[in-house]
Antibody, heavy 118, light 110 residues
């Protein structure tokens, strides 16, 4: 079955960077775009970025441009999300999700909690 | 401040029908399909409705979606206690060139 498995929780200092991975399985990696979505504690969902695993092209939410980089490793079917210059407001659960034919997100990874604290 | 507007809460008694609204604009709901997600505390969102009104396999027929102009609605009929969760609407936004979400609606089954 299709699965997206993310890396474990992270605790980071303000100003540092974090990398979250999303390992895919159960389908052809290059056939579906992968998105990143985050959810701050007690808050709603915020779309962050999308990557085409076939050619590596990316699109980012404007408010995260310059701090966010999404890449992929075709050999392992893994997508990476790097967020730099971390602030306390970046504390959130970060999800990866596959994009379907009608632009639906399905399935989702289990989520990775990133805590930014001094 | 979310791009799509949902009521923060909704409630109903078992067996009732409940509807959750989602309001957007011409650049998102007005020109793209709407998706709905269900999220239980401590878990990842789960796809509930896609392409405005399609249910993935495994989603009960009690859940239905509709769209008209720049608004959409999720209806749950025959409400059950296990439907108590947060519900989010989403759509692609052509101006922002990315997905936008509603702020979420917390459904309480009384």
């Amino acid at each position: 079955q299709v699965q997206l498995v993310q890396s474990g929780a992270e605790v980071k200092k303000p100003g540092s960077s974090v990398r979250v991975s999303c390992k895919t399985s159960g389908y052809t990696f290059t056939s579906y775009l992968i998105n990143w979505v985050r959810q701050a504690p007690g808050q709603g969902l915020e779309w962050m970025a999308i990557i085409n695993p076939s050619d590596g092209r990316t699109w980012y939410a404007q408010r995260l441009q310059g701090r966010l980089t999404v890449t992929r490793d075709r050999s392992t079917g893994t997508v990476y999300m790097d967020l730099s210059s971390l602030k306390s407001e970046d504390t959130a659960i970060y999800y990866c999700a596959r994009l379907g034919a009608y632009r639906e997100f399905d399935p989702w990874g289990q989520g990775t909690l990133v805590t930014v604290s001094s | 401040q979310s791009v799509l507007t949902q009521p923060p809460s909704a409630s109903g008694t078992p067996g009732q029908r409940v509807a959750v609204s989602c309001s957007g604009s011409s650049s998102n709901i007005g020109s793209n399909t709407v998706t709905w997600y269900q999220q239980f505390p401590g878990t990842a969102p789960k796809l509930l409705i896609y392409n405005n009104n399609q249910r993935p396999s495994g989603v009960p027929g009690r859940f239905s979606g509709s769209k008209s102009g720049t608004s959409a609605s999720l209806a749950i009929s025959g409400l059950q206690s296990e439907d108590e969760a947060d519900y989010y609407c989403a759509a692609w936004d052509d101006s922002l060139d990315g997905a936008v979400f509603g702020g979420g609606t917390k459904l309480t089954v009384l």
